[in-house]
C-alpha cells in the first residue's frame, strides 16, 4: 500500500450508533489531519496532529473524537451523529505542519447518518 | 464568513482552449497559496503552489498568478485535456497556520 488510505470508504449508521474512520499513511510524514466536506461547502479542517500530539482543534463538536496512537493511524470515532454530519471526511498527511508541507489526501470516507 | 472563495461553481471549456480558474481571498495575511485538484471518489491532489514574494508560477501546461493587490489568484491550463476535468480547489495560508479552502470549482473539458 501506499499513500493515504482510509477506511471504510463508505458507512452509514444510525444516530445511536459508535463507529470509527481510519486512515493510515505510509508516507512516513509526521503531521495527520482530518477534514470535512459537506456538499456545497469548502473543506473544513477538524483535527490537526504533528508527532502524535494533537495540535489544533477546530470547535468540533465532542460527538467526533480523534486518536493518534503513532505518525502513521489516524482514526476518528463517531457517537450520537446526527443527519447534518453526513459528509465525505478527508484524511491527510504531510511532512510537517509547516503551511508549506503539501498535505496528501486520502480518498475519504462517504459518512450517511440516518 | 469565506476566507478564500471560489465564485464559479463550474467552468466548461473545450478541449485544447486555455482554462482559467478564479480564487479570490480577503485575508491580506495570507502568504502562500495552492491549488488541489479532486476527481471523483478520490482525495485531492496537490497541483501547484505559490508564494506571496512571487506573481507567477508555471509547472508544465499550469500557471498560477498572483495578483496580491487585488487578492486573487487565477490557474492557468494551457492547453486543456479531458484528463483535466475535475473540481479544482484553491487554499490558503499564512505561515504557521493551516490551510484554508474555496468551495471548489468543478471544470468540465468539452470534446
Known amino acids: 500500500e501506499t499513500g493515504v ?23 512516513g510524514h509526521n503531521a495527520m489531519y482530518w477534514y470535512k466536506q459537506s456538499a456545497k461547502k ?5 483535527f490537526v496532529y504533528n508527532f502524535k500530539e494533537q495540535t489544533e482543534n477546530n470547535s468540533v463538536p465532542s460527538r467526533f473524537s480523534p486518536e493518534c496512537p503513532n505518525s502513521s493511524h489516524l482514526f476518528l470515532h463517531l457517537h450520537t451523529l446526527q443527519p447534518e454530519d453526513s ?15 503539501e498535505q496528501f489526501f486520502g480518498p475519504g470516507t462517504r459518512l450517511t447518518v440516518l | 464568513d469565506q476566507q478564500v472563495k471560489q465564485n464559479s461553481p463550474s467552468l466548461s471549456v473545450q478541449e485544447g482552449r486555455i482554462s482559467i480558474l478564479n480564487c479570490d481571498y480577503t485575508n491580506s495575511m495570507f ?3 495552492l491549488w488541489y485538484k479532486k476527481y ?11 508564494s506571496s ?3 507567477k508560477n508555471e509547472d508544465g501546461r499550469f500557471t498560477v498568478f498572483l495578483n496580491k493587490s487585488a ?28 490551510i484554508i479552502f474555496g468551495k471548489g470549482t468543478r471544470l468540465h473539458i468539452l470534446p
Do not use: W
Not at chain 1, 469548502?42 to 477538524?46: H, K, N, R, S, Y
Not at chain 2, 471518489?41 to 503552489?49: D, H, K, M, Q, R
Open chain 1, 5 to 27: 488510505t482510509q477506511t471504510p470508504r463508505h458507512l452509514v449508521m444510525g444516530m445511536t450508533n459508535k463507529k470509527s474512520l481510519k486512515c493510515e499513511q505510509h508516507l
Open chain 1, 42 to 46: 469548502p473543506l473544513e479542517l477538524m
Open chain 1, 87 to 101: 459528509a465525505l471526511y478527508l484524511c491527510a498527511s504531510s511532512h510537517g505542519q509547516g503551511y508549506n508541507n
Open chain 2, 31 to 33: 502568504d502562500y497559496f
Open chain 2, 40 to 50: 471523483p471518489a478520490e482525495g485531492p491532489t496537490f497541483l501547484i503552489s505559490i
Open chain 2, 53 to 55: 514574494i512571487k506573481d
Open chain 2, 71 to 98: 487578492k486573487h489568484l487565477s490557474l492557468h491550463i494551457v492547453p486543456s485535456q479531458p484528463g483535466d476535468s475535475a473540481v479544482y480547489f484553491c487554499a490558503a495560508s499564512r505561515r504557521d497556520d493551516k
